[in-house]
């Protein structure tokens, strides 16, 4: 009487192949890592890998940029319709439209917040900077700045310096806020009782011509 051939090994080898598959499959969805650093209701930047950089508009792909290492890419939206990059290792930064054309360039800055007015004519940069030797034995932040451009050209219209007080939390202690005609500019130290306060307001040049409609 003939007996039938085990059927164990032949178990073995597809649960061994299946393994095989579904781990390649992990490896590779691993292998590319996206993510949406930033987004405005037209478009995405993404980040690939820690290496690339691009954006997504209307189902194109646009490569913006790529780093020789992993780093982390600067991307920050500007009103409804831009955005400010910056790539690992370049001196300048970078405001783009929602389809990838480079309007015009600006400082890499070290630490910065951007903020547009409501009629997206200005927008102003809320820098937290140290000095070296305040860098290097972590003293306050020395070099505090406050600049506004125009959205339609990347003019410069106002800068403003300051320094912060010892152990300040520089992250928050200063609110940056435009007036709802978009005209004025107001710096505040908040959160801040037992430092000097600072309660500033810029009048910006008025726009006459030259911005984009939203």
């Not at 630490?111 to 997206?120: G, K």
């Not at 300051?162 to 928050?172: F, S």
């Not at 005609?181 to 710096?187: F, N, T, Y």
């Not at 505040?188 to 009782?193: D, K, N, P, Q, T």
Request: aromatic share 10%; charged share 25%.
């Amino acid at each position: 009487m003939k007996t039938q051939p085990h059927p164990r090994p032949i178990r073995r080898s597809i649960s061994l192949l299946t393994c095989i598959v579904l781990v390649s499959c992990l490896f590779s969805r691993a292998s590319t890592q996206e993510q949406i650093l930033a987004s405005n209701p037209s478009a995405e930047v993404v980040s690939s890998n820690l290496r690339k950089l691009y954006l997504k508009s209307n189902g194109n792909i646009i490569p913006l940029g790529e780093s020789k290492t992993n780093c982390s890419f600067l991307a920050k939206p500007i009103g409804s319709q831009d955005f400010v990059i910056g790539i690992c290792g370049e001196k300048l930064n970078k405001v783009i439209d929602s389809q990838g054309n480079t309007r015009f360039t600006l400082p890499a800055f070290e630490w910065a917040t951007y903020v547009a007015n409501n009629q997206e004519t200005y927008f102003a940069v809320y820098e937290r900077g140290r000095s070296f030797w305040h860098d290097l034995g972590d003293k306050p932040y020395d070099k505090m700045r406050l600049l506004v451009y125009s959205l339609s050209d990347g003019k410069k219209v106002l800068e403003y310096r300051w320094k912060a007080e010892q152990d300040e939390r520089v992250d928050y202690s200063f609110a940056v806020k435009f007036s709802e005609d978009g005209s004025k500019l107001r710096l505040e130290r908040v959160f801040a009782s037992n430092k000097p306060p600072i309660d500033k307001t810029f009048d910006l040049p008025k726009v006459t011509s030259g911005n984009r409609e939203k």
